[in-house]
């Protein structure tokens, strides 16, 4: 369907990066892993009542640092609010979409079109200045609303599916991110400004048995888009190589030439706008931490390994060039690259739990292994 057209123009005025991992499947471990360059299991806010680490510098201080003024509008109480960490160096942080106390989040009624005007005013009292300006709707979130004007190309209103209005929302969040690339046009400052559109993860409906996001470590969540558009940078060009959305800071970082913190950990992919070669043998890797689901996946190539613990134990390896869709799992046929994954990623799993770690293998001889564990309080 012909959702986001006006996306789709960027893209031909960019860069688009064919292939971009998320590292998590909900918003805020992904959000932190884009402020922050360091993966799920390495920044602090993986589960819902984590915080970042104060101790990552995130990508908004790096430009305050460089004398650039920092603003976030965001319908997202997840990303808003000082007591997860995720507004760490933003000068200004407007939570748009109103939010109350102990509301879901399911329950806001975000509007695009209410961040546009925020950021346009706020543009408009910065322009003549260095800016970092974030934007982050929430229009895409469920529960999906009819949206006059948008979903009507996809279904009737009596007979709308789940997905018909997601594409209805889709397509009125593209239309706000063209008024938000017509304001800036308009002022004379995209042609001197970097301007990244990307997502912090995608959406299931049913593909491989649940919905929405946050349960799964699949490509349909983890896969996200990426368009950069920077002054005198290429234009329509498409990069099919891996990359991870923990690439996205550096990158800014590089198009404006501000240095990057130490810690960060992503490649910047200003080389790749340049028509270079992508770095060989790279590993990308995303988390679903949580009381219900404890999930890691790598992503090396065209192979992706997953690693279940929780809810069942599962081993899953993929062939995603054969594969795109993931259901079939080579775990059991692996060739030497799948094997090779599948044990990187076992290490990453002992690696990423917090706690002690008791590593059982085998015994010498066939018998009865007892274990007993005692904690002390």
Known sequence: RRTTPRL????REGALFEDVTACAAWTKPSTACLFTSRPATEHGAQTIDDRLDEAHVT????????????AAFVDNPLVSSRSFGLAQGFDRVAQVARATRGANINDLEAEAVHLTRRADG?????????FFAYVHSLDLHAAYRWRPGFSGRFARRET???????DGELAANDAQLGALADLLRGRGLLGRTVLAVTADHGEEFGEHGTTRHGASLFQTLLRVPLVVLAP???RGLRVPAPVGNVD???TLLDLAGVPRPPAFSGLSLRPLMSGRPAPPGRTLVAAQLGPRDVIYAARRGRHKAVRQLLPTPARLLFDLAADPDERRDLSGEASSEGRALLAELDQLVQMGQTGWHIIV???SEPGMLELRVRASV
């Open 232 to 234: 005198g940078g290429p």
């Open 361 to 363: 293998g085998p015994p």
């Open 8 to 11: 789709d123009a960027l893209a």
């Open 59 to 70: 990508l908004a201080e790096a430009f305050g640092a460089a004398g650039y003024a920092t």
């Open 122 to 130: 706020w543009l408009r009292r910065h322009s003549d200045e260095r």
């Open 160 to 166: 709308a599916t789940e997905l018909d209005l997601y």
């Open 248 to 250: 996205v800071a550096p």
